[in-house]
């Protein structure tokens, strides 16, 4: 199977939608996200080496102090909203401190970011499309003028790391270090979000597993493994065949899927394999086999913030379980309308 759709999916010349897409495409870079060996592996090759899990494991003291600013405020008001004052912020500012990018626009690039992330839905539309344009339209000459002050006066800064990645004479190309900068600017937050505030959800629901972590440290290096099986943010993928793939369905009629065709390959799924996984609608956060999860992916395309995703959302939950003894619902969750980057977008707390 192949992961390049714009190159290798067979197009219907009415899908209008399909078309467009494909047109908005090819006027840039493709995301390593999008490409296929060798390209893939080369690119990588080269961005793994400013973005490796030791490095991500520097982050932590750094993390540790935003929650506890977040926290602290929390505290004084016995209340705090989830994903405002907590989700999005700390990891919308580690991304941006890992990049030595600026956060006064932080609420602008919030919205220019759902904007991009909308546009992967199945369901999206023209006037979404629109807006995810208008966006990069945006987004792209304000990391431009960023990249080329930093290629000017370079720092110890990730950006500045990938501006000097060399493998073999072998670098980033312009529109290859945009195409990466916007991935890394939207992923690195976009997802973790949805990851602390599903995971926050999930607990409340089950606050006899929300006790147990609480009171046993032991789980702090598994159970966001199981929260990311349980409810991870990232429901579908997409593959494109490249030879005919003949599956079984669940009434036992063969589907064939002819080169050319789109696969949606749903991790979500996945993550609740009864055949993998024991009793796989509970929560079970001392779950032994919860790293076989499929929400960062797996193989080539396995997420390569994987590592800063799982600090994040650990370091976030545990100091969040922690801090408070009581820890309730201040209304009901409002969730956003997206099936691909799955999250809530609401989440009033009450404290105390």
């Not at 991009?116 to 369901?123: I, V």
């Not at 147990?212 to 789980?219: A, E, H, K, Q, V």
């Not at 080539?300 to 994987?306: E, R, V």
Request: proline letters at 6%; aromatic letters at 4%; hydrophobic letters at 45%.
């Amino acid at each position: 199977m192949s992961r390049d759709v714009e190159a290798n999916a067979t197009l219907d010349p009415t899908d209008e939608i399909a078309v467009r897409r494909r047109n908005r495409r090819r006027g840039g870079a493709k995301t390593i996200l999008n490409l296929d060996p060798p390209d893939h592996t080369r690119l990588r090759r080269l961005v793994s080496k400013a973005f490796t899990p030791r490095q991500i494991e520097l982050l932590r003291p750094r993390i540790e102090q935003m929650v506890d600013v977040a926290l602290d405020a929390a505290a004084d008001r016995g209340s705090m909203e989830l994903i405002d004052d907590l989700a999005f912020p700390v990891p919308f500012l580690v991304i941006s401190e890992l990049l030595d990018m600026p956060t006064e626009r932080a609420d602008e690039l919030r919205d220019l970011s759902q904007a991009l992330t909308a546009a992967l839905e199945p369901a999206a539309t023209m006037a979404g499309l629109d807006a995810a344009e208008a966006a990069v339209l945006e987004l792209v000459p304000y990391l431009i003028g960023i990249i080329e002050a930093r290629r000017s006066n370079p720092g110890v800064d990730l950006l500045s790391a990938l501006l000097a990645v060399e493998d073999d004479g072998d670098t980033l190309s312009a529109e290859e270090l945009i195409s990466f900068v916007v991935l890394l600017h939207v992923a690195g937050h976009e997802t973790t979000v949805n990851l602390i505030g599903n995971s926050v959800l999930a607990l409340l629901r089950h606050p006899d597993r929300l006790r147990r972590w609480r009171t046993d440290p032991s789980l702090d290096a598994v159970a966001v493994a199981e929260l990311l099986r349980y409810d991870g943010p990232v429901q579908h993928t997409v593959r494109v065949a490249m030879r005919p793939m003949r599956f079984e369905g669940a009434d036992g009629t063969a589907v064939v899927v002819e080169p050319g065709h789109t696969i949606l390959t749903v991790l979500g799924a996945a993550n609740r394999d009864p055949s993998m996984f024991e009793t796989p609608h509970s929560l079970l956060l001392d779950r032994p086999n919860a790293g076989r999860h499929m929400a960062f992916s797996a193989g080539i395309h396995s997420c390569l913030g994987a590592s800063l995703a799982k600090l994040e959302a650990t370091v976030a939950i545990t100091r969040l379980v922690r801090r408070f003894d009581e820890i309730d619902l201040a209304a009901e969750p409002r969730w956003r309308d997206r099936i691909t980057i799955r999250g809530v977008d609401r989440m009033p707390l009450l404290v105390r």
